[in-house]
């Protein structure tokens, strides 16, 4: 490490970080919000929700919110700091979970495909139930009957998938 001069080292000794609370408040609301919104007032109206779904009893306004977006207030209180803090790591949480979530649902949708196109190269005649009901799940909009067609199709029988078990 680099030994500085003294006289920069008293210098560097005085110097308090500056913590602009605003800007912070600020930072935190847009985290909160999300990078998917519609208009300043649909970002305000989704920071207040999730800040009163977290902390009902607390003093929080839509107008308060409004204020830090725009640093109009004079200063962010402790309280109201450390509950920002708070909603905006449950927010990053969820984000993060949407997104593994996501990617889990990519790589099955991919690993689909590739059973899909195996089946049509062996024998799309004999498979197609099975095909169809794949494509289906895939999409969501699986019924019972294909997903029964499926089973019966490769010789599996599954209490969850028909519902008897239940």
Not at 72 to 96: I, N, Y
Not at 105 to 119: E, N, P, T
Request: hydrophobic letters at 35%; aromatic letters at 6%; proline letters at 2%.
């Amino acid at each position: 490490m680099k030994i500085l001069p003294k006289f920069v080292e008293r210098n560097l000794s005085n110097v308090t970080p500056e913590f602009d609370e605003a800007a912070r408040a600020k930072s935190l609301v847009a985290e909160i919000a999300g990078h998917c919104w519609s208009g300043k007032g649909d970002m305000i109206d989704r920071v207040f929700d999730a800040i009163r779904h977290l902390f009902p009893k607390s003093n929080w306004t839509r107008r308060r919110v409004r204020a830090l977006w725009h640093r109009e207030t004079a200063g962010v209180r402790w309280r109201e700091m450390s509950e920002l803090e708070f909603a905006a790591g449950v927010a990053r949480t969820k984000r993060t979970e949407q997104e593994k979530a996501r990617k889990a649902h990519d790589d099955f949708i991919g690993r689909l495909g590739a059973k899909l196109d195996g089946l049509a190269i062996q024998d799309e005649a004999h498979r197609r139930a099975y095909i169809l009901a794949l494509r289906g799940m895939a999409s969501g909009s699986a019924d019972p009957k294909s997903r029964t067609a499926a089973q019966q199709s490769s010789g599996r029988t599954d209490q969850r998938s028909t519902g008897e078990g239940l």
